[in-house]
């Protein structure tokens, strides 16, 4: 017999548990908290996030302030430590968890950011934004990796920062950490690696909203704005044995605590994804 959180009984299915109600305009976002601890950030066009606790009947923990417009998504980071919240304005946020507190702003992108994704051993950020770009960062110390562009040649910082046929709307981490997916509105669906700066694979997609890879990270799905659902086969690769060891130490390490080893540069680098 399946098993309930302590906030849900089985005789509750099919039934309204509870009704959230504090913010004042459209709410945009839902995040739960990856560690199953049943907390829930919202993102909303109030210009706020807030935290709700689901085991103690919904109670909201926190009012996150930090976005001067709207904010449009957040995600969790794999241990539930750091959120990342975008939004208008170009503003990319990241959120202590545990303090609900401000770590620090990314500044890089031109035009709105609306989607973000951290990479499966939360060493990575992506944020896809209607300035043509998907960035990867090192959110540890607020640097860019690497920029996917989407229009070339790539926007000036003043048409980036305008209407076009590029906005990028979605992007996913693919659960082996190696692949990007990403939804734009010139139409297409791209699979990007991380270790390249041309898509590895493109699919027509029209009126594409959001994106997300299956669990073992075969199967991409994509949404439209006239109700579709699309599905891809993702090109298949072998990781290798180098990028699964990385996964596992920085699934437990920060960039600032990998750099703090004794080992060769090489070594440090490529732990650090700065050879990516």
């Not at 170009?90 to 035009?111: F, Q, S």
């Not at 951290?118 to 540890?140: C, E, K, M, Q």
Request: one cysteine or more; charged letters at 20%.
């Amino acid at each position: 017999m399946a098993s309930f959180p302590d906030c849900v009984n089985e005789n509750d299915l099919g039934k309204l548990l509870l009704n959230l109600m504090d913010h004042t305009d459209v709410v945009q976002d839902l995040t739960f908290a990856p560690d199953g601890s049943l907390m829930l950030v919202s993102a909303s066009r109030d210009k706020t996030l807030r935290v709700w606790d689901l085991k103690d009947d919904g109670n909201m923990v926190k009012v996150l302030r930090g976005h001067h417009n709207w904010v449009y998504c957040s995600a969790f980071s794999p241990d539930s430590s750091i959120l990342c919240s975008v939004g208008a304005g170009k503003a990319v946020l990241l959120w202590n968890m545990d303090k609900y507190t401000l770590i620090r702003k990314l500044e890089g992108h031109h035009n709105d950011v609306v989607s973000c994704e951290f990479s499966p051993d939360g060493a990575l950020l992506a944020t896809a934004s209607y300035d043509t770009r998907v960035i990867v960062w090192d959110h540890h110390k607020g640097t860019i990796l690497l920029e996917l562009g989407h229009l070339f040649p790539p926007p000036s910082p003043i048409f980036a920062g305008g209407s076009n046929d590029r906005w990028v709307r979605s992007v996913s981490f693919c659960p082996d950490g190696r692949h990007i997916a990403s939804v734009t509105d010139d139409k297409l669906v791209r699979f990007w690696s991380i270790e390249e700066r041309a898509p590895q694979a493109i699919a027509p997609l029209s009126n594409g909203l959001c994106c997300a890879f299956s669990a073992e990270g075969s199967v991409l799905s994509a949404g439209t704005c006239d109700g579709s659902v699309h599905f891809w086969e993702c090109p298949r690769s072998i990781s290798s044995l180098q990028h699964m060891c990385r996964m596992s130490l920085r699934r437990v390490m920060t960039t600032q605590q990998v750099e703090e080893l004794t080992i060769p540069t090489p070594l440090r680098d490529y732990l650090t994804y700065k050879i990516i």
